[in-house]
Each structure stands twice: as structure tokens, then as C-alpha cells.
């Protein structure tokens, strides 16, 4: 069937916009050049548009209304720099300025560049990681964008948009947070007439895939009766390998006794070779993701020329190395070395890191961030890694889950100067590495909180929530006194006592063997539960940290708050819960309710018809944070898998329908997307002659779309489909 939207304007100069624009131009030049009448020549056009097809009656080929229409910009602040770009969907876009830049010397801007440049070099490891159909997608849609001439001002562009938004958001076709597939808001009858209309080609898969519902629904399984890898649609696992041969295979490759082991699986997909057998495809140069990874390694190489110390040339030489090689143990060395690297002004993360992608445990998700010291932030924060060891002894842990030394702990605020793959457009506001546990015990860890990202954010949200959702004036009054450090308080504590607290017990196995696929989660909420408890005890206004014990009942306010309604504003009406950081949430506020509730320490209950939530007794709180951090510690030092199953299942996955169809109508009216991301900065280099880089500009682009739209041209090292085997 064919699909026309044409637009005849009366005059020799008249413009025909339509899939079959080529043959009414052949009409037209053939009629002047036997001198018709201009008005027999459009009489014989519309005959043509005619017999053609007429542009169907669905809603997509409407114009769309756009009489209230917001694009979401942001006001200028009294700089006039616009901190929110847009918003569209659940999502809005926000800008980071990256404070400290010009206090670099060229050489440190060089590095930082080089650093960026190689992390975005890296950008579509991500897209094929997420899922195996994700780059042929996004292109497809790319060129559609690049190619259609016809009405842009229709309810099916308008949505059409909306879904490569989205797409570039998430690093693919699954959305960022609750891994459910994004679903078109066009039709496939208006989708084929784009595909019509631009020429551009789409397989019957791929239509399925995208239009399909029931097709790749979920990025990452956690049911494990329905399957973990079976139910995945991650590419860490080809399409015929079983969850049953994952875990045997993980299991085959262990060295019984090591006390440092490399991250089994860490850096490789899964698949059945042509006998049948699991094999690894190792992400590295000569192997899986080749393209990329060469340009990845071609700009860290670059980047060593630059670096400020020793010690940081030393790990980057092994991060080199391991590209090169895929050696796990070469990925040990970098973290090592990166552990002890604290001297500089630059720092950086960039590899497969973060395993929550996998359902699993095992592979990481690519990822780089290029950061920058904030040094006076920092120093207010030192506080916290000085006291380490105090904190440790003071845990309400068994004494056999306590470390009896905690060593090499680093806390650092920074500016963040670019991210890429998993770490943006959304990105996380604290991070606390390495993974490895054996290496964190002996060697320490960095923990760093994303000053200016929080920043940003906090400049670009919107009012309403607090004052909706808070049960009085004196919460309103108490979070917007004190919240702002709160937070900063709960992440840093999170990052940096939180991560780097409590041991296993001889002989246990590591969580993602013991705990599985609740390990993630685990550890999170874990660190979440360190983070309370403490920020109720008198010893952070010692340290200075704080003033008032105020600051923890704020976050005692919002931590709960937040556990208990306003996140699942995040879900689709009939969602369950299924991100491992909202289930840690859901599942300390629930089980702190619930054990509290004869008790009244939290209370929860309606006024004129909307509910409320009102922490009574804080102390009493902190005590249940208290005990519920000590079995938590316990489930993981012991790898009590049950136990840890009850606690997710039982208060962190469901959701309560009719509080979530009222949070749902409460947060509409308020016009506040539950989700941010970040267009990043731009860097352009000026190179000498012989090739050497001599100045680094930094600019902010505003523009999403050209954002996403650049990179997508510019790091495009990668094949559609990606497969050794």
C-alpha cells in the first residue's frame, strides 16, 4: 500500500512533497514542455495523487495540537546559562557546566581530552551490550531521520521522535531503569510510511522486534523461575545458552582456594560454538568489539603522554594492556594501580564494570566518566575516610562480619568533564571501585561523589513534589533547610563506609555465586542501611560533618518517603519493581514499617483522600535500620541466598495498585519528569603540526538531538551485528 502526503502549491513554482515526488516532477516538466496551462498541470497532479493512494485517517497523520505544548526548557539562571534542555516521555535532558576547567594547565585539559575522546570511542559497545538488535535499530532510525522530507508537525513524528529519544537515552531499545522494552507510540502503518517515504529498509525481524511487545520485553530477568538468562534480553549471552550452562560454565573456570581471583566473565559474552560448546568472545583487540576497542586504546595511548604522576602512567599502561590482550589479570594490575593513583587533579573510570546489567553477576557493562578534583569540596569530606576505621567498629555487624583493618579507603568530590556507555546520558551522582572484593580488602578502594552532576541536577529540578507529597510544613520546612546536605551526606557515607564495610566468612564464595541475582540489590541497600544508620549518631556533628541532627531526620524523611510512595512514580501502572536500586529502596522502607508498626514508628495514613507517610519516632527508626543492617550483613558474609530472597521478594518487588494509581495522578499534575539525563560538554582540539595537542576548548551544547546524532556518526566503529561465532 502506498502512502502519500502531498502538498501542491499554485505557481510555475510549485512544490510537491510526496513518496512519489519524483514522478509528479516528471509530469510537471512534461506538461510545460507542451506548454499546458498551470491549471490543467495541478488538475493532472491531484488526478495522480489520486490514483496514487490517499494519506490514511489514523491519528499519526494528524497534525498535532500544540497549543499548550512545552518543549520543557529550562529558565536561564542570573548567569543566563540553561540548565534543563527539554523533556519528553518519563525523561528530561539537563547540562553540566564543569567547574575547575581553566584552572588546568593544557597538558591536564590534553589528558582529559584524550581520556574523554577514548571513552566515547567505546560508545557502541554499550548499545551491543544492552541488546543484539540495538544498533541496527538505532541506525535505521537515524537514517529515517536524516532522510524524511515530508510533515514534521504530525502526532506520528511527534512520537517517532519521542521513541529515538528515548532509545538514545537508554543506550538502546529497553528503557534505562525498569528494563522493559520501550513500545513505539506510532503505528506500523505509520512506520511503514516513513520507511516508504525515505526509502530506508527494515527486516520483518526487526519490525517485530520493535513493534512486538512480547518480543525482547524485559532488558534484565530477575525471576529466577522464569529464567535469568532465558528471559534476558542482554547480549552477554547468546540466544540458545541456557542459565543452567552459564552458571556450570562460571563454576568450570574457577581456581578452587584462590584468594585473588580475576572477575570471572567480566569482559565476554557466552555463546555455543559449532560443536555445541560454551565459548567466551572476549571483549579485546583481535576479538569481540575489535573496531572499537582499537580506537579506544589508540586514545588512552595518546593520553599517556599526559598523565601527572607515576603512578597513573602505571595504570593506564595496564588498562592498555588488557585492552590489548583481554586478560583478566591485566584488569587486577589496572585497579591496583588505580587504587593507589590519588595524587593527581585527573582522574577517570573506563571499562566493563558494573555487573547489574547481567543477570547473572558476571559481565560488566561498558562505561567511562572523566573527572576533575574539586579539592575544597573534598577536604570537607575527608573527615569521613580518616574516620573509616571508627565507623567499622561502631557497625551493629556481628563481630566476626567486621573488618578488624580497613585500609586504603579514598574519597574525592569531582567535576565531571564527559561520560559514556553505561554512565550516560543517565548517570550515577557517587561511585565506589574496584568491584573485586579481594582487591578492596588489601589494597582499599576510590570512592568519588559527582559534585557538579548533583549540581545540575538540583539546579534543573522542578518545585511540587516535596510540598505534595510531605505529611506537614514542619517536613517541608526540615527537607528544604537540611536536605540538599543530607544527601550529600547519605551518598558520600553510601560510597565510602557503606561499600567498604564488613567482610564475608571463611570459605563463603562471593555474592553473585551465593546470593545471585539478589546481590546487586543486597549490596545497595546495604550500603544505603550504613548511610541511615549513621547519619542519626551524634559522632558526624563531632566530625563536623553537620550542625544539627536535623540533616539525618531530613534524610530519614526522604529516605522513606521516597521507599514507600514517590519512586514508583517511576513504574507504568501495573508494574512490579524490578531496577535493583528501587528495590533496596522499597525493600529498607517496607520492612522498616512493618517492623516498626506496632510500635507507630512510621505511620501512614489519608487526608482528604490523598495518603501521607510521617516517621514518628527517628530513634526508633535508626534502631531498625540498625538491626536490618546487621541481617543484611549477615545474609552476604554467610551467602544465605534464601534469606535473601525472602527480603527482596517479600518487600521490594510488589506494588501496592491503588497507592500507585494515586502517586501516578498526583506526580502527572505536578509536570516533573521522574527520570534526568545530561547532554555533555564538547571538547575540540588544536594540534600543532607534527600532530601534538597544544590547547583544548570546552563548549555546552544545548541540543540533544544533534548531541546524540554526532556521536552517532563520529564514534560509529562498530559492524550492525557483532559475533565471533
Known amino acids: 500500500m502506498f502512502y502519500a502526503r502531498c502538498i501542491v502549491l499554485y505557481g510555475k513554482d510549485s512544490i510537491v512533497t510526496c513518496p512519489h515526488k519524483k514522478y509528479l516532477q516528471t509530469i510537471f516538466k512534461t506538461m510545460r514542455k507542451i506548454n499546458f496551462p498551470t491549471t490543467i498541470t495541478i488538475f493532472s497532479a491531484i488526478i495522480f495523487l489520486v490514483s496514487c493512494s490517499s494519506l490514511p485517517d489514523g491519528e499519526d497523520f494528524q497534525t498535532k495540537d500544540v497549543t499548550n505544548f512545552s518543549s520543557g526548557v529550562g529558565e536561564p539562571d542570573e548567569d543566563g546559562f540553561v540548565w534543563q534542555a527539554e523533556q519528553f516521555a518519563d525523561l528530561k535532558i539537563v547540562r553540566y557546566q564543569v567547574p575547575g576547567w581553566d584552572k588546568l594547565s593544557d597538558s591536564q585539559q590534553a589528558l582529559v581530552y584524550c581520556l574523554n575522546m577514548a571513552g566515547l570511542s567505546g560508545r557502541d559497545m554499550m548499545y551491543d551490550q544492552n541488546n543484539r538488535y540495538n544498533l541496527r535499530i538505532r541506525r535505521m532510525l537515524e537514517n529515517i531521520h536524516d532522510s524524511f522530507e515530508g510533515d514534521k508537525s504530525t502526532i506520528g513524528w511527534d512520537r517517532f521522535e519521542i521513541y529515538l529519544k528515548r532509545i538514545w537515552f537508554s543506550n538502546g531499545i529497553h528503557h534505562h531503569y525498569s528494563n522493559k522494552k520501550h513500545i513505539p507510540g ?7 510510511y516513513l520507511l516508504e517515504s525515505t526509502g530506508v529498509t527494515c ?11 512480547t518480543v525482547q520485553p524485559k532488558k534484565v530477568e530477575l525471576d529466577g523461575d522464569k529464567g535469568l538468562v532465558e528471559g534476558s534480553s542482554v547480549n552477554f549471552y547468546g540466544p540458545n545458552v541456557s542459565t543452567k550452562e552459564a552458571k556450570d560454565y562460571f ?4 581456581v578452587e582456594g584462590d584468594r585473588s581471583p580475576v572477575e570471572y566473565g567480566l569482559n565476554s559474552r557466552l555463546v555455543k560454538n559449532a560443536a555445541g560448546e560454551i565459548v567466551e568472545e572476549t571483549y579485546k583487540i583481535g576479538g569481540l568489539y575489535n573496531d572499537a576497542i582499537v580506537e579506544v586504546v589508540k586514545w588512552l595511548k595518546e593520553a599517556l603522554q599526559f598523565t601527572e604522576n607515576d603512578k597513573q602512567a602505571a595504570a593506564m599502561r595496564n588498562l592498555i594492556a588488557y585492552y590489548e590482550t583481554g586478560d583478566l589479570e591485566k584488569w587486577s594490575l589496572y585497579n591496583i594501580n588505580w587504587v593507589k593513583d590519588v595524587d593527581g587533579d585527573v582522574d577517570y573510570i573506563n571499562g566493563f564494570i558494573e555487573v547489574y546489567n547481567d543477570p547473572l553477576g558476571y559481565t560488566g557493562s561498558y562505561e567511562t566518566v572523566v573527572e576533575i578534583k574539586d579539592f575544597d569540596a573534598s577536604a570537607r569530606m575527608a573527615t569521613l575516610m580518616e574516620n573509616a576505621q571508627w565507623f567499622e567498629d561502631h557497625m551493629p555487624f556481628a563481630p566476626e562480619h567486621k573488618k578488624d583493618e580497613v585500609v586504603g579507603i579514598t574519597y574525592n568530590v569531582v567535576n565531571v568533564a564527559g561520560e559514556a556507555g553505561d554512565a550516560s546520558p543517565s548517570t550515577p551522582i557517587g561511585v565506589n571501585l574496584p568491584n573485586s572484593n579481594w582487591i578492596r580488602q588489601v589494597h582499599g578502594s576510590k570512592s568519588v561523589s559527582l559534585g557538579n552532576i548533583v549540581g545540575a541536577y538540583s539546579k534543573a529540578s522542578g518545585g511540587g513534589m516535596l510540598d505534595e507529597f510531605s505529611h506537614d510544613e514542619v517536613e517541608s520546612l526540615r527537607v528544604n533547610a537540611h536536605g540538599a546536605l543530607a544527601g550529600k551526606l547519605h551518598t558520600a557515607m553510601h560510597e565510602v563506609i557503606g561499600h567498604a564495610s564488613g567482610k564475608l566468612e571463611e570459605g563463603v564464595a562471593t555474592p553473585k555465586e551465593t546470593i545471585m541475582e539478589y546481590s546487586s540489590t543486597l549490596e545497595e541497600g546495604r550500603a544505603d542501611l550504613v548511610a541511615l544508620y549513621f547519619l542519626l549518631d551524634e559522632k558526624l556533628i563531632e566530625l563536623g560533618l553537620m550542625n544539627t541532627i536535623e540533616v539525618g531526620r531530613a534524610e530519614y524523611d526522604s529516605y522513606i518517603r521516597n521507599g514507600l510512595m ?5 513504574l507504568d501502572l501495573g508494574d512490579i519493581i524490578e531496577e535493583s536500586h528501587m528495590r533496596n529502596r522499597a525493600w529498607v522502607s517496607h520492612w522498616c514499617y512493618e517492623k516498626g508498626l506496632s510500635a507507630g514508628v512510621i505511620r501512614k495514613y489519608k487526608r482528604e483522600g490523598k495518603t501521607y507517610v510521617d516517621v514518628v519516632d527517628y530513634v526508633a527508626l535508626q534502631g531498625l535500620f540498625g538491626d536490618l543492617l546487621k541481617e543484611v550483613q549477615r545474609i552476604k558474609s554467610q551467602g544465605d541466598y534464601n534469606a535473601a530472597k525472602a527480603l527482596v521478594e517479600g ?3 510488589q506494588v501496592d495498585q491503588e497507592l500507585h494509581a494515586e502517586v501516578l495522578e498526583r506526580s502527572k499534575a505536578l509536570g516533573i519528569a521522574p527520570y534526568g539525563g545530561f547532554i555533555n ?5 588544536t594540534r600543532s603540526e607534527d600532530g601534538t595537542i597544544e590547547k583544548v576548548t570546552l563548549s555546552y551544547p544545548d541540543n540533544f538531538t544533534t548531541q546524540m546524532k554526532h556521536y552517532s556518526s563520529t564514534f560509529n566503529f562498530l559492524p550492525d551485528v557483532n559475533s565471533l561465532n
Open 651 to 653: 518487600y521490594g518487588v
Open 251 to 254: 563454576e568450570s573456570i574457577k
Open 186 to 192: 506510532f503505528s506500523a502503518d505509520y512506520f511503514s
Open 681 to 685: 560538554p564538547w571538547m575540540e582540539a
Open 203 to 213: 527486516s520483518d525481524e526487526i519490525k517485530t522486534v520493535m513493534l512486538d511487545p
Open 566 to 570: 514517590t519512586q514508583i512514580r517511576r
